[in-house]
Structures are given as C-alpha cells and as structure tokens.
C-alpha cells in the first residue's frame, strides 16, 4: 500500500494540489517535482538561491522519509534557460549527490505553473 510522505511546511501540496510531496512504494519513494521557492512561498530572482532551494526542498522529503541523497536512483531536472545556468545547476548538485551518481536528465521547459521559478527538479529513491 502506497504510503505518503509530507514534510512540516509542505501540507500544502496535499491539501491544495492533491498530490503528496513524496510517495512510498514497494521501497521506492517518488518524490513531486518541486520548485525553489522558500519556506514562505517566496520565490528569488536569484537562480543560485532558487536551485539550492530546490535542493533543500528534496531534502526534506527524503530526510522524512528516513532517507537522504544516497537513495536518489535517478533524478530530472526541468529548466527555463537551462544553457544560461546549467552549470551552476551543476554545480549544487554535485553538493549533494554521492557514488554512485543517480542518472540524470535535464529538459529545457517553457515555464511553470509557479510564475517566476526557473528550475524544477523531480527525484525517484529506493530504500536499502
């Protein structure tokens, strides 16, 4: 039975969006794809602070979960100028990922439903 995930501060994406930020099943633990808006829903003209953010975000999922950035199996990353700040992007992630390396995928998108964000990032984790 699919379990959901819902970190302090992220009851939103259930109650509004009807998805939860993170769902468990059989081991694996699908993550939503979140943007890099802050605890308040602020969002930074900065896409430095947008991507560490996102990352941040993800974080919190997988920690409640019980897991952390060594069970991400695979992750896509969407972005809006995606050449502009790819390796920034690069970069911080490189911060959080550990061997073995998730795969990776990284899709240039039109725009997002939240007005402003520049990237998006969904991940896949598998307990064990």
């Known amino acids: 039975m699919p379990k959901s995930i819902i970190p302090e501060g992220l009851e939103e994406f259930v109650r509004d969006w009807k998805m939860s930020p993170g769902l468990e099943h059989d081991g694996f633990v699908f993550l939503t794809g979140v943007t890099g808006a802050d605890a308040d829903g602020n969002l930074s ?37 995606l050449r502009e700040h790819l390796d920034d992007f690069r970069r911080i992630r490189a911060q959080y990922v550990v061997e073995p390396y998730p795969a990776w995928t990284a899709i240039e998108v039109a725009g997002f439903t939240r007005e402003g964000a520049v990237v998006e990032l969904r991940c896949i984790a598998r307990r064990g």
């Open 45 to 81: 003209s900065d896409v430095n602070v947008q991507i560490k953010a996102v990352f941040k975000k993800v974080e919190r999922v997988l920690s409640t979960a019980g897991l952390d950035f060594k069970h991400v199996v695979e992750m896509t990353s969407y972005h809006i100028g």
